[in-house]
Every structure is written in structure tokens, then in C-alpha cells.
């Protein structure tokens, strides 16, 4: 044994040696749990708010719709926002950690080094953008019987269409994420620093659903348009792709050129986006107490 004590101290420096994670595994995990909470709660709202803006129809219309096709078909294309969410929130909570940590250690200004951090988180974001394609398909009924599933679209897209077809949509995906991260992550930073903490934990619940609730709502009625653009993007198939003013113009033209008709589907949206994300902060702080 005493040979190998050398041996040992050397592996022992060998292994100090090596640069280590600057953020936590954890806080990819909590992204993740807080993530797949939420998706399956909200999935019915997002459907109805993707119907009004694919066929420019009311709620009800939109509801009735569902109601018709059935069970099965509202929850049709589940399991690509549930991939790409769950996979996203793991993206931009434990990146966000992992950038912003050792910016902050090199001297990096809190107020240069937090948007940067959650600017990137966002890019980071983007490469999941295959899921939000296929989750745009299997939504529209107009696809209904071109896809079977996730699996088949994913096949479809790539064998006739071509790799580009997975990441249609990307220009307005990136103007989303960065700007949007980093307005959440101030915002979340300053409600929990100057909401007033509970001794109990049903107040403590209330007070990180409603931060994160009016958080959400306030960013997604924000970039709605973003939203508005990319499924007209994404609603294509097998056409040459569109720039994002050509886009646009589509869409603004079929609107009756009435910039108030381009945010139909925001108040369902902002709806969402308030249970969502007030689900999604009470979800990630959970898994933050149980994980830490």
C-alpha cells in the first residue's frame, strides 16, 4: 500500500487540476422538472392561442374546433414542446449559471455580466428549434394526415425536405430568447429582492406564482409578435423560405393591413403565459428546496 501512495497523491492533484463546472448540475434539473410541470397543465391553452393565429379565429371558434376533433388531438403534439421545453428551461437556467458565475468572478460588472449570461442561455436555446417546427405541424389540422406522430415528422422532414426545413423559423426564435431572458432574469432578481418573504408556505407559494406569473405575461405579450411570425414561418412546408419582413407583409396583408389584428390571440396568450409561467417558478423553487 505504501508503494502506491505516490500513485494516489498525483491522481489526487491530477484530478484538483482539472477545471471544474462554474454553476450546478442542480439548477439544469430544476429547469427541467419545472419545465415538464408546466407543459402538461398548459398544453390545452397554448393549442387554442395557436389555432387563432394559424386560422385567425375567436376562442370559441378556436375551442370548438378541439372540441370536435377530440381527446386525442388536443393533446396531439405534446411531446415536442414537452422535449423542447423541459430541455430550453434546463438550457437557460443552468447556462444562464454557468456563464454568469465566472464572468462575475472575473470582475465582470452584475449589470454587464447578468444580461450577457441570459443572452447566451437564449442562443443556447435556438438549437432546439427542430422541436418547436415539428410541435407547429402536428399543431396545424392542415397536417393531420401528413403526420403521424413526432417520430414521423421528424423522419418526413429530414428525408424529403432537408435539413434546413428543422430550423425554419429561426430568425424570430433568436430575437425572442436573448432579449426575453435577460428582461426575466432582472425582473425575477428584483421580486425576489424586494417582495416581502412569508413565514408560511402556502405565502411563499403565492408570492413566487405571482412574481413569476406577472413576469411571464408581461414578456410574452412583449415579444408576441416574435411568436406571431414564427408560426406563420413554420407553417410552411416544401416553399422557399421567407425572410422575416416578407413574413410580415404576409401576414399584415391577410390581416386587412390592421396591426391590432396581428396580435390576435394575445389576451389567450398572455392567459397562458401567466399560469405558465407562475407554474414554472413555484415548480423551479420547489425543486431548488428539495435539491439544495
Given at each position: 500500500m505504501g508503494g502506491n501512495s505516490p500513485d494516489i497523491s498525483k491522481l489526487v492533484n491530477f484530478l484538483a487540476s482539472?477545471?471544474?463546472?462554474?454553476?450546478?448540475?442542480?439548477?439544469?434539473?430544476?429547469?427541467?422538472?419545472?419545465?415538464?410541470?408546466?407543459?402538461?397543465?398548459t398544453f390545452p391553452i397554448n393549442k387554442i392561442i395557436f389555432r387563432q393565429i394559424i386560422h385567425d379565429v375567436?376562442?370559441?371558434?378556436?375551442?370548438?374546433q378541439l372540441s370536435h376533433e377530440g381527446f386525442f388531438f388536443l393533446y396531439r403534439?405534446?411531446?415536442?414542446?414537452?422535449?423542447?421545453?423541459s430541455l430550453s428551461l434546463s438550457l437557460m437556467f443552468g447556462v444562464?449559471?454557468?456563464?454568469?458565475?465566472p464572468m462575475l468572478k472575473a470582475n465582470v460588472p452584475w449589470y454587464i455580466a447578468n444580461?450577457?449570461?441570459?443572452?447566451?442561455?437564449?442562443?443556447?436555446?435556438?438549437?432546439?428549434?427542430?422541436?418547436?417546427?415539428?410541435?407547429?405541424?402536428?399543431?396545424?389540422?392542415?397536417?393531420?394526415?401528413?403526420?403521424?406522430?413526432?417520430?414521423?415528422?421528424?423522419?418526413?422532414?429530414?428525408?424529403?425536405?432537408?435539413?434546413?426545413?428543422?430550423?425554419?423559423?429561426?430568425t424570430p426564435i433568436l430575437l425572442r430568447n436573448g432579449p426575453s431572458n435577460a428582461l426575466f432574469f432582472y425582473l425575477r432578481g428584483e421580486a425576489k429582492d424586494r417582495l416581502p418573504t412569508s413565514e408560511l408556505w402556502w405565502g411563499e407559494i403565492a408570492k413566487d406564482f405571482l412574481s413569476g406569473a406577472v413576469i411571464g405575461a408581461f414578456l410574452s405579450s412583449v415579444f408576441y409578435p416574435c411568436n406571431v411570425l414564427k408560426f406563420h414561418m413554420q407553417s410552411r412546408l416544401g416553399v422557399p423560405f421567407q425572410s422575416m419582413s416578407e413574413a410580415f407583409t404576409d401576414i399584415y396583408n391577410e390581416r386587412n393591413r390592421s396591426i391590432l389584428k396581428l396580435y390576435r390571440g394575445v389576451?389567450?396568450?398572455?392567459?397562458?403565459?401567466?399560469?405558465?409561467?407562475?407554474?414554472?417558478?413555484?415548480?423551479?423553487e420547489w425543486s431548488r428546496t428539495v435539491l439544495y
Open positions: 482539472v477545471p471544474q463546472p462554474h454553476g450546478d448540475w442542480r439548477e439544469f434539473l430544476c429547469g427541467l422538472s419545472a419545465a415538464f410541470v408546466n407543459i402538461t397543465i375567436g376562442v370559441s371558434r378556436a375551442i370548438q403534439g405534446i411531446l415536442p414542446p414537452l422535449c423542447q421545453k444562464y449559471e454557468e456563464c454568469r458565475i444580461p450577457s449570461a441570459a443572452i447566451v442561455a437564449g442562443t443556447f436555446e435556438a438549437i432546439l428549434t427542430p422541436f418547436e417546427r415539428v410541435q407547429t405541424l402536428l399543431q396545424d389540422r392542415s397536417y393531420h394526415q401528413h403526420f403521424q406522430n413526432m417520430r414521423h415528422a421528424f423522419r418526413i422532414l429530414g428525408a424529403e425536405y432537408g435539413f434546413k426545413e428543422y430550423y425554419r423559423g429561426l389576451h389567450m396568450n398572455c392567459t397562458r403565459a401567466f399560469v405558465s409561467w407562475g407554474v414554472i417558478n413555484v415548480a423551479y
